[in-house]
């Protein structure tokens, strides 16, 4: 992978990044993203069937088991070297801001701190009626029986359902982290964008907030894109593509 030397030298002489995750940046860990053509969770469910509060309430047992097999993936899986370039990051800028749309904690057993989740975490279930964190969960969850049912626990304090941590669609986004979110993009002399479709809203705002306000933006991502004044893309992998980065950015710091 041939990294424009501009690139990276914008990149090791960058004041404030900040770095806006999807699922892409999760696939070389083995876990499914959302639009892959062939292996995305997506193509196995119909979006609008499960990841919505309706749904949940509809069939809390299809619903939490989607999400108990998702989290027993992301526990059999390990961070891949395009988080740990990320942690490496943080480790090696003045400031760096860490946004994520994934539900998954990678970013975090990489080594990064600080992870902004703008969709929320399969790590913290909570309580549907009093909203109290559920500690219980299950640290090793079974393959859910015969396909995707499993019936959601109960609340130890008030018996209600517990449901995942995460966003629904039709769910608005934890206030304090997207304002941090955008204050970031509006702040940064770089945003590099990682592994997203950018489909979801009001995620997909963050890059080009960033734009508009003059930073750069520069795109990993195996898939080309069309980009726009003050973009770039490295279209490759994050696996492959951040280390190159990060190694022609710092080779002689
Ligand atoms: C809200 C948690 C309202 C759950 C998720 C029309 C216009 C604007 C908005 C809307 C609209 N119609 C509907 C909406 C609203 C809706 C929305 O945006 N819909 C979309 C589909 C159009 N948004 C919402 O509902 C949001 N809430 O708007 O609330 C409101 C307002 C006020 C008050 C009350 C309510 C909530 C959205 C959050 C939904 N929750 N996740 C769960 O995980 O189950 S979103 C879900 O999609 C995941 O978080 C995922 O991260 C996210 C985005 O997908 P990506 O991360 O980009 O992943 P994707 O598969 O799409 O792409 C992967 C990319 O990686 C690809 O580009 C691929 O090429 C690349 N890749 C693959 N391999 C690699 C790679 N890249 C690098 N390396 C590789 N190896
Ligand atoms: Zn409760």
Known sequence: MSIAPELARALAECRHLVVFTGAGVSAESGIPTFRDALSGLWQRFDPAELATPEAFMRDPALVWGWYEWRR?????????????????????????????????????????????????????????????????????????????????????????????????FGESLPEQALQRAFDAAADCDLLLSVGTSGQVWPAAQVPQIARQSGARVLHVNPQAQALQAGEYALVGAAGEVLPSLLQRAFADR
Do not use: K, Y
């Not at 480790?91 to 600080?114: C, F, I, K, M, W």
């Not at 559920?134 to 130890?156: I, K, N, V, Y």
């Open 72 to 168: 027993m993936r992301v526990l059999q899986s390990a961070p891949n070297p395009a988080h740990l370039a990320i942690a490496r990051l943080q480790q090696r800028l003045p400031r760096v801001t860490l946004v994520t749309q994934n539900v998954d904690d990678l970013h975090e057993r990489a080594g990064s701190s600080g992870v902004l989740h703008l969709h929320g975490s399969l790590h913290q279930p909570r309580c549907v009626d009093c909203a109290a964190p559920f500690h219980d969960l299950d640290p090793q969850p079974a393959e859910p029986e015969g396909g995707r049912r499993l019936a959601p626990p109960h609340c130890r304090a008030c018996g209600g359902l517990i449901r995942p941590g995460v966003v629904w």
